[in-house]
């Protein structure tokens, strides 16, 4: 089972991360761990590098817990919900764990909501987790 793990070291993504690792060891999977920078642009070399710790620190955990991993960092100029089925399409993803946030109604219908979008388009379940 290859279960896909939206991370951005936000307390939602922590908490998608225990989760991640519970289904993990439940499901005998393997755990991809994803942080999707908006934009596709490489010029911001601070946030890059955060990010970049960020996936290393999750795969930590991940390796902590003997789940086999991989970590990626997609700078590819699509939106955030796009970047996360466009890469559980890619690799053959059965679930999607991601991190939500409390956020008003009208701030979904006036910022969008990355969760939403990938519920409501996903190919395969999605867990999310606040």
């Given at each position: 089972?290859?279960?896909?793990?939206?991370?951005?070291?936000?307390?939602?993504?922590?908490?998608?991360?225990?989760?991640?690792?519970?289904?993990?060891?439940?499901?005998?999977?393997?755990?991809?761990?994803?942080?999707?920078?908006?934009?596709?642009?490489?010029?911001?070399?601070?946030?890059?590098?955060?990010?970049?710790?960020?996936?290393?620190?999750?795969?930590?955990v991940l390796e902590?817990?003997?789940?086999?991993?991989?970590?990626?960092?997609?700078?590819?100029?699509?939106?955030?919900?796009?970047?996360?089925?466009?890469?559980?399409?890619?690799?053959?993803?059965?679930?999607?764990?991601?991190?939500?946030?409390?956020?008003?109604?009208?701030?979904?219908?006036?910022?969008?909501?990355?969760?939403?979008?990938?519920?409501?388009?996903?190919?395969?379940?999605?867990?999310?987790?606040?």
């Amino acid at each position: 089972m290859n279960i896909l793990v939206c991370y951005d070291e936000t307390e939602a993504s922590q908490a998608a991360l225990k989760i991640g690792v519970q289904h993990a060891k439940a499901l005998d999977g393997k755990a991809y761990v994803i942080t999707s920078m908006i934009g596709g642009t490489k010029d911001n070399i601070e946030d890059n590098k955060k990010a970049e710790s960020g996936l290393k620190y999750a795969q930590s955990v991940l390796e902590k817990n003997g789940i086999s991993c991989e970590t990626h960092l997609l700078v590819r100029g699509l939106s955030s919900g796009e970047d996360i089925l466009q890469f559980a399409d890619e690799n053959d993803i059965n679930e999607i764990i991601i991190g939500i946030k409390k956020t008003s109604k009208v701030g979904k219908l006036v910022f969008g909501s990355t969760a939403q979008h990938v519920i409501l388009e996903s190919n395969c379940p999605v867990v999310t987790v606040k």
